[in-house]
């Protein structure tokens, strides 16, 4: 006896059947819409045949006669339909989405693209890190330099008060040049002249002797621990009742040091009377002259006595 062979199924068949009496009473919605859709369809094709709501009318008479075919009665859209009519969506191997995923967006190329983004945003960031650094090393270091400037300026503006103060003076005010030496210099210094005042005092006023004095240069050292030497060149006139006597060139040194911010002097030594000359009151050449004892009267010391 033969056995037939199982009939093919069709795609249809293999969509879960779907029990329509489980489903909701919305089929009626679904086959309101597909009406819609076929009423919206002829509207759009003047030519095509009319769809009406409803169930499709029965074929005519008509149209038998004619020798058309009956036309199809619509399906109603339901769930089931829409389940059968679905499209698959096809599976696919791991293999596939890996070789997608590497030329994607995520893939060799597009890291690297990161990492050179990355890396064209680091490179000015550091670099204009280091550029700020040496501006603030270099804005440190200038500002070393303008300290360090304006210290010898000070230095050097004080060293030239102290040789104007100590190289004019009038024998009518000795009280008042003493006076004015005094805050010049150090504590050490101006204890040491200040026994020498009255003594310097009576010989200047009975010889009349006044000075005048001009500082041509002044150039200090370098700076250590608070101390400094200054070279200061004056050009002197010294006259007495009888003489004057000049000095041009003369050479003083300055051991000055800094007390409490202002630069102070401890120590004024002659150190080259330069070109000396000495004449009368009429301005003939007298020989000899006091000039070999230096300038007269004006160099204190802070060193102590042996």
Known sequence: MKTKAPA?????????????????????????????????SAAADPGGEE??????????????????????????????????????????????????????????????????VRVLTIVPAVALVAVTALLCVVWQQKGDLSADARRQRDLAASARRVADVFFNWDYQHMAQSFAAKYPLLTKAAADAIRPTADTLTSYFTTNKVSSRATVTGVYPGAVKRGAANVMVVINTKVTTGKTVQANSGATVALSMKLVSGKWLAGNITLLSQGVESATDENGKPVSGGTGSSGLPGAVPSARPSR
């Open 8 to 40: 093919a199924r069709t795609p249809a068949e293999d969509v879960q059947e779907i029990d329509e009496a489980d489903l909701p009473e919305t089929d009626e919605e679904y086959e309101r819409v597909y009406v819609v859709v076929r009423k919206k």
């Open 51 to 116: 769809q009406t709501t409803g169930a499709a009318d029965e074929p005519t008479d008509d149209t038998e006669d004619a020798g058309e075919a009956p036309r199809e009665k619509p399906r109603r859209f339901t769930r089931k339909a829409a389940a059968t009519s679905a499209p698959r969506i096809p599976e696919v191997a791991p293999e596939v989405w890996a070789a997608s995923l590497a030329s994607g967006p995520f893939g060799k190329r597009s890291r690297r693209k990161t990492i050179a």
